[in-house]
């Protein structure tokens, strides 16, 4: 194969991976989630940490939050479901973005 038809196939498959990573991300520590309710449609956007760093004030969440335990693993696209003050209501992943 010519050096530059490899080069640019190699170039299409980095891509393509990168698109793919994008797209399957799971929540993470670290990852950035965006979520909306479902009937609301209201959006939340926060950094899931580690139980030391978090700082709810500044958008930062436990793993071992309720929230942060809802989401962990999840993708862009699932429903996950809270209850706060014996309410339960449905978000969904909007978003994940790993940094």
Known sequence: MQPF????LLSNIERSEKSRSRIDARV?????VTLRHRKT????????VTPEEAKPSELCVSLLSPIGSAVIGKRRGSVIELNWNGQ????????????
């Open 88 to 99: 339960k209501s449905k978000w969904e992943v909007l978003a994940v973005n790993r940094n």
């Open 41 to 48: 449609k209201e959006q939340i956007t926060f950094r899931l």
């Open 5 to 8: 038809k490899l080069q640019l």
């Open 28 to 32: 993470a520590v670290g990852s950035q």
